[in-house]
Protein backbone atom coordinates (compact mmCIF):
# COMPACT_ATOMS: atom_id res chain seq x y z
CA UNK A 1 0.00 0.00 0.00
CA UNK A 2 3.05 2.24 0.13
CA UNK A 3 2.83 5.23 -2.11
CA UNK A 4 6.54 4.79 -3.03
CA UNK A 5 6.82 3.53 -7.40
CA UNK A 6 8.43 0.16 -7.36
CA UNK A 7 8.93 -0.79 -3.47
CA UNK A 8 7.01 -3.72 -2.87
CA UNK A 9 9.88 -5.04 -0.05
CA UNK A 10 9.72 -4.88 3.81
CA UNK A 11 12.51 -4.30 5.71
CA UNK A 12 13.00 -4.52 9.74
CA UNK A 13 14.28 -1.50 10.97
CA UNK A 14 16.22 -2.20 14.63
CA UNK A 15 16.66 0.99 16.12
CA UNK A 16 19.39 2.16 18.87
CA UNK A 17 19.51 -1.26 20.50
CA UNK A 18 22.52 0.35 21.88
CA UNK A 19 23.94 -0.44 25.27
CA UNK A 20 23.48 2.87 27.32
CA UNK A 21 20.02 3.29 25.36
CA UNK A 22 18.32 0.40 26.41
CA UNK A 23 20.40 -0.09 29.84
CA UNK A 24 17.12 0.44 31.95
CA UNK A 25 14.84 -0.13 29.35
CA UNK A 26 11.46 -1.69 30.75
CA UNK A 27 11.43 -5.35 30.27
CA UNK A 28 15.02 -4.85 28.35
CA UNK A 29 15.76 -8.67 28.78
CA UNK A 30 12.72 -10.04 27.04
CA UNK A 31 12.12 -7.19 24.89
CA UNK A 32 16.07 -7.56 23.28
CA UNK A 33 15.49 -11.49 22.67
CA UNK A 34 12.12 -10.72 21.07
CA UNK A 35 14.44 -8.59 18.67
CA UNK A 36 16.94 -11.12 18.31
CA UNK A 37 14.34 -13.61 17.45
CA UNK A 38 12.95 -11.27 14.93
CA UNK A 39 16.44 -10.95 13.65
CA UNK A 40 17.36 -13.98 12.68
CA UNK A 41 13.55 -15.25 11.34
CA UNK A 42 13.99 -12.03 8.88
CA UNK A 43 17.53 -13.16 8.11
CA UNK A 44 16.43 -16.96 6.82
CA UNK A 45 13.38 -15.38 4.87
CA UNK A 46 15.58 -13.18 3.35
CA UNK A 47 14.26 -9.89 4.67
CA UNK A 48 16.67 -6.85 5.06
CA UNK A 49 17.83 -6.11 8.32
CA UNK A 50 19.15 -2.26 8.89
CA UNK A 51 20.55 -1.47 11.64
CA UNK A 52 20.50 2.35 13.13
CA UNK A 53 22.47 3.38 15.63
CA UNK A 54 22.44 7.26 17.64
CA UNK A 55 25.16 9.43 18.73
CA UNK A 56 25.78 12.82 20.05
CA UNK A 57 27.19 14.35 22.82
CA UNK A 58 25.92 11.44 25.52
CA UNK A 59 26.30 8.84 23.54
CA UNK A 60 29.84 8.82 22.14
CA UNK A 61 30.31 7.06 18.68
CA UNK A 62 32.61 3.68 18.84
CA UNK A 63 31.84 3.91 22.69
CA UNK A 64 30.91 0.79 24.54
CA UNK A 65 28.04 2.41 25.62
CA UNK A 66 27.09 3.10 21.88
CA UNK A 67 27.60 -0.23 20.78
CA UNK A 68 24.68 -2.52 20.04
CA UNK A 69 24.34 -4.52 22.73
CA UNK A 70 25.88 -8.21 22.90
CA UNK A 71 22.78 -10.29 22.37
CA UNK A 72 22.26 -9.19 18.80
CA UNK A 73 24.80 -10.12 16.19
CA UNK A 74 25.34 -7.45 13.41
CA UNK A 75 25.87 -9.32 9.98
CA UNK A 76 29.11 -7.47 8.52
CA UNK A 77 26.47 -7.48 5.00
CA UNK A 78 23.64 -5.86 7.11
CA UNK A 79 23.62 -1.65 6.52
CA UNK A 80 24.04 0.27 9.36
CA UNK A 81 22.65 4.08 9.54
CA UNK A 82 24.22 6.83 12.05
CA UNK A 83 21.73 9.37 13.63
CA UNK A 84 22.15 12.37 15.55
CA UNK A 85 18.17 12.77 15.73
CA UNK A 86 15.00 11.13 16.91
CA UNK A 87 13.94 10.45 13.51
CA UNK A 88 15.97 7.81 11.67
CA UNK A 89 15.66 9.35 8.39
CA UNK A 90 16.17 12.93 9.47
CA UNK A 91 19.72 13.77 7.90
CA UNK A 92 21.10 10.02 7.21
CA UNK A 93 21.24 7.82 4.29
CA UNK A 94 18.63 5.52 5.47
CA UNK A 95 16.32 6.60 2.49
CA UNK A 96 19.10 5.63 0.12
CA UNK A 97 19.55 2.18 2.13
CA UNK A 98 16.01 1.41 1.84
CA UNK A 99 15.53 2.80 -1.57
CA UNK A 100 18.42 0.37 -2.80
CA UNK A 101 16.41 -2.51 -1.28
CA UNK A 102 13.14 -1.89 -2.87
CA UNK A 103 11.85 -1.05 0.43
CA UNK A 104 8.68 0.63 0.94
CA UNK A 105 7.28 -1.02 3.96
CA UNK A 106 9.11 -0.94 7.71
CA UNK A 107 8.72 -3.74 10.54
CA UNK A 108 10.01 -0.88 13.42
CA UNK A 109 11.29 -2.24 16.90
CA UNK A 110 14.00 -1.04 18.83
CA UNK A 111 14.44 2.09 21.77
CA UNK A 112 13.24 4.39 22.85
CA UNK A 113 9.41 4.08 22.24
CA UNK A 114 8.52 7.73 23.36
CA UNK A 115 11.04 9.33 21.42
CA UNK A 116 13.21 7.52 18.53
CA UNK A 117 10.84 4.88 17.69
CA UNK A 118 7.46 7.49 17.61
CA UNK A 119 9.60 9.88 15.44
CA UNK A 120 11.11 7.12 12.99
CA UNK A 121 7.19 5.97 12.94
CA UNK A 122 6.33 9.19 11.61
CA UNK A 123 9.00 10.25 9.59
CA UNK A 124 8.52 6.89 7.70
CA UNK A 125 4.92 7.37 7.24
CA UNK A 126 5.48 10.96 6.22
CA UNK A 127 8.06 9.98 3.56
CA UNK A 128 5.60 7.41 2.21
CA UNK A 129 6.34 4.12 3.59
CA UNK A 130 3.94 1.65 5.08
CA UNK A 131 5.61 1.52 9.09
CA UNK A 132 4.21 -1.36 11.45
CA UNK A 133 5.34 -1.36 15.14
CA UNK A 134 5.80 -4.49 16.93
CA UNK A 135 4.22 -3.59 20.19
CA UNK A 136 6.48 -6.17 22.06
CA UNK A 137 9.42 -5.31 20.66
CA UNK A 138 10.48 -1.74 21.80
CA UNK A 139 10.61 0.00 25.30
CA UNK A 140 11.96 2.98 27.25
CA UNK A 141 13.27 3.90 30.26
CA UNK A 142 11.05 5.00 33.54
CA UNK A 143 11.25 9.15 33.44
CA UNK A 144 8.69 9.31 36.00
CA UNK A 145 11.05 11.51 38.12
CA UNK A 146 10.65 13.95 35.28
CA UNK A 147 6.83 14.10 35.27
CA UNK A 148 6.81 11.35 32.58
CA UNK A 149 3.92 8.46 33.19
CA UNK A 150 5.45 4.42 33.63
CA UNK A 151 7.26 3.08 30.92
CA UNK A 152 4.42 0.45 30.48
CA UNK A 153 2.22 3.08 29.64
CA UNK A 154 3.91 5.45 27.44
CA UNK A 155 4.33 1.22 25.40
CA UNK A 156 0.83 0.71 25.61
CA UNK A 157 -0.46 4.29 24.61
CA UNK A 158 2.16 4.07 21.90
CA UNK A 159 0.63 0.64 20.71
CA UNK A 160 -2.99 1.69 20.61
CA UNK A 161 -2.35 5.11 18.97
CA UNK A 162 -0.13 3.42 16.14
CA UNK A 163 -2.48 0.70 15.66
CA UNK A 164 -4.78 2.70 14.11
CA UNK A 165 -2.04 5.48 12.30
CA UNK A 166 -2.52 5.88 8.68
CA UNK A 167 -2.07 8.69 5.96
CA UNK A 168 -3.69 8.78 2.00
CA UNK A 169 -2.14 5.49 0.41
CA UNK A 170 -0.12 4.62 3.63
CA UNK A 171 -0.84 2.86 6.43
CA UNK A 172 0.82 2.17 10.55
CA UNK A 173 -0.17 -0.62 12.79
CA UNK A 174 1.19 -2.78 15.80
CA UNK A 175 1.17 -6.23 15.83
CA UNK A 176 3.19 -8.57 18.62
CA UNK A 177 5.94 -10.32 17.62
CA UNK A 178 4.25 -14.00 17.12
CA UNK A 179 1.70 -12.06 14.54
CA UNK A 180 4.80 -10.58 12.07
CA UNK A 181 4.36 -10.60 8.95
CA UNK A 182 7.28 -9.94 6.83
CA UNK A 183 5.43 -10.31 3.49
CA UNK A 184 3.18 -7.56 4.21
Same mark, same amino acid.
Given at each position: ?????????????????????? !?? $??? @??? =? %????????? &????? +?????????????????????????????????????????????????????? !?? $??? @??? =? %????????? &????? +??????????????????????????????????????????????????????????????
Amino acid at each position: MTTLDNRPNTALLVVDVQNAVV !ED $GYE @RDA =V %VAKIGGLVG &RARRE +GVPVVWVQHSDEELVRGSEEWRIVGELDQEDTEPVVEKSYGDSFEDTDLEKVLA !ER $GVG @RLV =V %VGAETDACI &RSTLH +GAIVRGYDATLVGDAHTTMDKTEWGGIAPELVIAHTNLYWRHQAAPGRKGGTVMTEDVDFSG
